[in-house]
């Protein structure tokens, strides 16, 4: 990369606030967006079932060499800033990492027990590789190490409840102006949004801004106990790591 691009990695897993993440920054204005990157090749690569998976790898870019490529060129439009969405999980083992050295890596994590309670909504099975927890920790390492910076870590109940705070400290950390209009964008999907937006972002779809927190009273179920405990720790170890209000 040889021009003066900000770009900003954001490292979340699923069923999180990071649609939402993404639309804030959109809403700046001088940020251009982009919308889990590596999908295509992810659900290629690992022949796994999700909603519209052939959609996906027939609409998106599947050759992860190439979409590294696109992701450290020029960006559309521009824009001085450059905020790419990404899904840990996506990032499977063949796929080298050392492009993300030049980026300013951030991630979002979630508390473990909302994430399976919303993903089983959408899928019927889940294991620990599909909820992006281990894979977070691992590339949170990974960067440290290769980079010698401690990516910023935000977690999204701590957004949802004090959006102005959180964003205010993580555009600190990762040397850009925070700006109000992050806190508020227009409802309705995007032409930055992947084709996948009709199956997933039936949520963030009619927002304008970031919700309101409200805690899950439910027990996932005991089948997923050991799930449950095996997210928690690697969460734990990115929690306390985590911008505070």
């Known amino acids: 990369m040889t021009d003066k691009t900000i770009r900003i990695a954001m490292w979340s897993g699923p069923r999180n606030i990071s649609t939402a993440m993404m639309r804030s920054f959109e809403a700046r204005g001088d940020t251009y967006v982009t919308d889990e990157a590596f999908y295509s090749h992810y659900l290629l690569k690992t022949g796994i079932e999700h909603p519209g998976r052939n959609e996906i790898i027939a609409g998106h870019e599947s050759d992860w060499k190439i979409v590294v490529e696109w992701l450290t060129g020029s960006v559309p439009g521009g ?8 899904m840990a999980h996506h990032m499977l083992p063949n796929i080298d990492m050392e492009w993300t050295n030049g980026f300013r890596n951030c991630f979002l994590i979630r508390e473990p027990r909302e994430v399976l309670l919303s993903y089983t909504k959408k899928r019927e099975s889940v294991d620990l590789k599909d909820t992006g927890f281990q894979q977070q920790v691992e590339l949170f390492d990974y960067i440290s190490e ?5 990516p910023a ?5 701590d957004v949802l409840e004090h959006p102005e705070s959180i964003l205010s400290q993580l555009c600190d950390y990762i040397d850009i102006d925070f700006t109000n209009e992050m806190l508020q964008w227009e409802p309705g999907l995007r032409e930055t949004d992947g084709v996948w937006a009709k199956h997933w972002y039936d949520t963030v779809e009619g927002t304008t801004g970031f919700g309101v927190y409200r805690p899950k009273s439910d027990s996932v179920p005991s089948d997923l106990e050991p799930l449950l405990e095996q997210c928690r720790h690697f969460y734990s170890l990115l929690h306390n790591r985590r911008i505070c209000p």
């Open 146 to 150: 290769s980079t010698g910076v401690i």
């Open 79 to 86: 824009k001085p800033i450059w905020y790419q969405k990404h």
């Open 153 to 157: 870590v935000v977690d999204a109940k």
